[in-house]
């Protein structure tokens, strides 16, 4: 199994990183994708990755969290970092208005800008989004068919939004949300639909710690060695074994990382 995101630059593993991904590789995860979320935090998992080479990769991009940050829509930084060979994807990128920590129309440039750079360097595209599915989809669509793949992280969208990111070929990521009674019953569902070669599974670490994880961790961080309780759910919901949902997600995230 491929953990495709984990935010190891969180100050929460500060203490404990390097016993973080040596946990990782004890529960059996074969790789763990480090989430890039600003020039900064780009930067940082970049080094991060290069600690455990091989094993860790990240991703360089800008968070719609972040997008006020960004002055030059050229992306000088984000374009620089993208040409290390442990950087294996464009993003976190998107669209988030629930929060709105960043102006919309600033959200939505900064987001066209990445789309815009993943095409010329002919990388995938790692994307949130929340609260904003039509303007997500309204900015992607004239960029898809230039871009090599993409993916649409942490999903908890309806079924119309699933089959709507289906019919772009958008590849999936399902968190630990799915292990959540009390938000993931949708969620539950709708894993189903999701074709073998388009899942892809992650923790969004130190965010979404198994709800149903048994015994409860004293602690509210998630990490990656939660990951193949996440499949196990995953499987459950889908009606499969578990052991071919972590066999299709690694070969699938392997594919579409190119790793």
Not at 72 to 84: F, H, K, M, T
Not at 131 to 153: E, G, T
Request: aromatic residues 6%; proline residues 6%.
């Amino acid at each position: 199994m491929i953990d495709i995101g984990v935010n190891l630059t969180n100050s929460r593993f500060d203490k404990d990183r390097d016993d973080v991904v040596a946990r990782a590789r004890a529960a059996g995860v074969e790789g763990l994708i480090l989430t890039g979320t600003s020039v900064a935090e780009s930067q940082q998992a970049l080094t991060m990755a290069r600690q455990w080479p091989g094993y860790c990769y990240s991703t360089a991009g800008v968070h719609p969290h972040d997008a006020k940050t960004v002055t030059d829509l050229a992306l000088p930084d984000i374009r620089a970092l993208a040409g290390e060979p442990e950087v294996v994807a464009v993003g976190e990128c998107g669209l988030d208005f629930n929060r709105d920590f960043s102006p919309r129309p600033q959200q939505e440039a900064v987001f066209e800008a990445q789309l815009a750079l993943a095409a010329e360097l002919n990388k995938p595209v790692f994307m949130h989004c929340r609260d904003a599915h039509s303007r997500f989809l309204a900015i992607l669509k004239p960029w898809r068919d230039q871009l090599p793949a993409a993916v649409l992280h942490c999903f908890t969208g309806t079924e119309a939004e699933l089959r709507d990111c289906l019919d772009l070929d958008l590849h999936i990521g399902i968190t630990g949300w799915v292990c959540d009674e009390r938000r993931g019953t949708e969620l539950r569902a709708l894993v189903g639909l999701i074709p073998d070669e388009r899942l892809m599974i992650e923790t969004d670490c130190p965010y979404l710690l198994p709800r149903d994880y048994r015994p409860k961790p004293k602690s509210s961080r998630n990490e990656p060695k939660f990951l193949p309780h996440i499949a196990g759910v995953i499987a459950q919901c889908r009606g499969q074994d578990a052991v071919a949902v972590m066999k299709h997600s690694c070969a699938t995230t392997k594919a579409f990382f190119a790793i």
